[in-house]
Structure formats: C-alpha cells, structure tokens
C-alpha cells in the first residue's frame, strides 16, 4: 500500500501543468476510436500515438456481483512531453469474493483444469495491488521505441476451515519498436515476457476433523493416487511471444497478428515439490480492417489450444516419487471470430457513437480416459451506443448502453458424470456452467458519468454502471475521480 501511495504522489508532481484544457484532454481520453485497433496498445512503441493530451486520474471505486464485491483505489497517467510519452498506473482493490463453491484456487482461467478441490468451500477476503508503467521514445521522424512492465499480486484467505491462503504474483515485460514506412504508415514488432506464480495452503483448526482434498484434472476426473495429500502446492509458469503490427495514423489499413505460448507447472510441496500435472497453451490473434478518425470496421480471430499433462511417478523411494511418465489427458480449443465497427458522429459539442458487431466462438473440452468432452458453439450480435456531451463548457455528460444477444448454436456434452460422492458437488458446478454457456442467453449494460470541470484544468467525475447476462446476477458500479 505505501507503494501505491508513492506512485499516486508521484504522479501528482509530475503532471502538474501539463495540461491545456481539461475538457479536450477527457473527451480525447473517451474516444472509442482506439478500440478499433485493440491489440496494437501491446506494443508499448505504439502508446505514443493512442491519445494526442495528456490526463492523470485518481479514483475510488465500489464493484458489487454475485462473485466479488470490493472497493478499488486507482491512479493512471497519460503523459506527453516532448519526444517522450510516459504512462503509469497503481491500484489496490479490497474485499471479499463470494461464492467460492468448492475450489480453492484463484486465477481459475489461468490454472485450469488442475484445481484443488474439497467439498465445502466458502467466501474469501481478498486484497489485490498493481503497478505499472509504459515509456516510449521518438527517435527522430523514423522510430519510435517502447517498454512496459507490470507486477500484480493478490492475498486471498478464509478464516473458517477450510483455510486456505493462496497467493498469486505476476511480472510482465514488454518492449517494442516501430517505423515510419509513409507518412500514413507505421510497422511495428515487439515482444513480452511474464513470469507467473500461485501458493495455495490450505489449513484446518477444527477438533472434529477435516474434509478431504482433490486435485482435480479435468472434467470432473482427479488424480487419485494423491487424494487426500498435498494440502500446500504452487503453481510456477511463463508465458512469451510477440507480435507484427501495420498502423495508420490516421486514415488507413490497420492489420495485427500476434502468438503466444505458456508452461504451467502444479507442484505438490508436500510431497516434496511433487510436479503433479503441467499445462502447455499456444494462442494465436490476429485483426485487420480499415479506420478513420470517426469511423471503421475489424474483423478478428482468437485461437487458443490448452493441453494438460499428467505425470505418472514410482513408488517413493527416500520421500521421493521417481517421474516415469508424462501423460496428455486433457484438451481444450476456444475459438473467436468476429467483426466489430465504429461510427462516431459529432454534432456541435455532441460525440455520438455507433458499434456494431458479430462474435461467432467455439468452445470444446476433451478428457482422454474416461473419455468425457463438451463442446459448444454459439453467436453473438449487437451493438452498442455512446454519448459524450459537453454543456457550457462546465460539465461533461457520458453515457453508453450496450445490447447482445447470444444464441447457442450447438452443443454437446458426453459423460460427464462421478461415482465419488465427494466430487458431485464439482460436477454438478461443471453441469450449471454448460447447460448456462449452451442456452441462448442476452446481455445488457449501461453507464452513466458526469464530468465537473473546475478552472479549465481540473474535473471532478462519477460514474455509475449495471451489467446483465442471462442466467447470472447483475453487476454494478460507482465511482468517483478526479481528473487533471
């Protein structure tokens, strides 16, 4: 906390006078332009050219959903000075998050599906801090050059049995550079590196014994030579690639491919750094399209295929398992495709702006032995609507509302079934999920915010947003920051 403390004093000091005009600098900031060429803003080379002023914002926020409920102190910086643009950013976020069914993992995204398993569960206090900055350096008219890194962690505990206390760390590094080839065009090429690692120990007080733990593999399946051991294990993983970027400066082809792989390995430390089971992922994304400075069109492809290792040991000898084998038992492919738009009209000091787009994704998991799979694939269409109002010079008004409506296509599930009365509980949680994501579902949202300007240099902002999808409960926020 006392870092982010210092960073948010930091950035204070050195973005004071920066700025020109506090309303051009927001209504530049809130342009949905950029999100028409989404995964260029990787290559820190490129940060230079996101926004044309400068603006600092401290805020606090609240997020309530049926999964997390917190409170969140942020402070981010845009800053252009010369051939140099610097930004950063800190946040610290704490709370709870509720309705821990059973798994007492974070990051589940990330780690899945090697969870660790009991069969009560329960809420957890959560704290969360994050740090960050990007510098980017124009090198004359031709080159620009970028670096970036971020840390991230998170403390999560429980202080009823089961109790555990996972703790999570992440570091990424990314540096990048472009060239100028026309006086439209910039090639650009960079490349990132994160290192990544989760402590789970899990912990019960209570004289009247304690409930078994699981370490899942898949679909409802465990390692069962290792049930009921290994109650402290880590994950410890990397992930690095790199990606090609065509970027006009204005008008013009904008084009994006990027890959990626990742190694996860899940170590039991009980069992003497045990390396239970290991996940190799390979991502692929890429987009192209055409965009101006009030409209354009992308299409886009996401490809990601997870594969899950088992690992097959002797019997121990000296408290150590000899590794005999590596097994793949599990499979996963997610699918994206879609086409996105933007029209951005603007009357008087009205922005108004349009977004259409269509998604089409596949999803499948396949568990080799017992053979158990699901698969599904659905689509989603809609649009979203925006609009940025400045009245008198004082005030600032935002709003935006977003539709989609999300039709299952196909799906199947096959065997996805336990005889172990213990991991029911699991399966049922997998059984919800997949009926849910196979179901034809609707999505809404809308915002709200207010920017008060002060002297022409600093504003005073709140914002209130609620989300919906199908089958879940809502989300809301609110927030109050203060802009200069």
Known sequence: MASLLYLSSLLLLNATSLFAQIDTAIINHDSPIPR???????????TSFKYSSSLTEMSG????????????????????????????????????????????NVDIQKVYPYLTYDAVGG????????????????????????????????????????????????????????????????????????KYKQTCEI??????????IYHMTGLGSHYARFAGQGLSSYYNGFKYGGALTLFPLSSGIYANVGAHIEKINHILTDLNKLPMSKIDNRSLCAEAGYKTDIWGVTAFCNFERRHGYENIFGDASTAQYP????????????????LRSLYSLKIGKT??????????????????????????DNLSAGT?????????????????????????????????????????????????????????????????????????????????????????????????????
């Open 36 to 46: 028409l060429t989404g995964e260029a803003w990787n290559n820190p080379a490129l």
């Open 123 to 194: 809420n957890l206090n959560l704290e969360r801090y994050a740090f960050g900055g990007c510098v980017t350096i124009a090198l004359g008219n031709r080159w620009t050059i970028g670096a970036s890194g971020l840390y991230n962690a998170g403390l999560y505990y429980r202080n009823v049995d089961p109790r555990p206390k996972d703790i999570t760390a992440l570091l990424e590094i990314s540096a990048g550079a472009s060239y100028s080839l026309t006086e439209k065009y910039r090639l650009a090429l960079n490349g990132d590196y994160s």
């Open 384 to 484: 979203g609507a925006e609009m940025t109002m400045l009245i008198k010079n004082r005030v600032i008004l935002r709003a935006d509302a977003c539709y989609r409506y999300i039709p299952a296509l196909s799906s199947n599930s096959v065997n996805i079934t336990t005889d172990n009365p213990d991991i029911e509980p699991f399966v049922t949680i997998l059984s919800e999920g997949f009926d849910k994501a196979a179901s034809t579902r609707q999505f809404a949202s809308v915002n709200a915010g207010l920017d008060i300007l002060l002297k022409n240099k600093y504003a005073v902002t709140f914002d209130a947003s609620y989300s919906h999808l199908s089958g879940e409960a809502g989300v809301s926020t609110f927030s109050i920051s203060f802009k200069f």
């Open 203 to 212: 912990s019960f007080m209570s004289e009247l014994g304690s409930s078994k």
């Open 351 to 376: 922005r108004l702006s349009f977004s259409p787009e269509i998604i089409y994704t596949h999803y499948s998991e396949s568990y080799r032995e017992p053979a158990k799979s699901i698969m599904i």
């Open 323 to 338: 590794m005999i084998a590596s097994l793949g038992m599990f499979l996963s492919n997610s699918n994206r495709i879609g």
């Open 61 to 104: 926020r609240f997020m309530n959903c049926s999964k997390e409920r917190y409170g969140e102190f942020k402070a981010e910086t845009y800053i252009i000075k010369g051939n140099i643009t610097l930004t950063a950013d800190a946040k610290y976020d704490n709370g709870a998050m509720h309705n821990v069914r059973f798994c007492e």
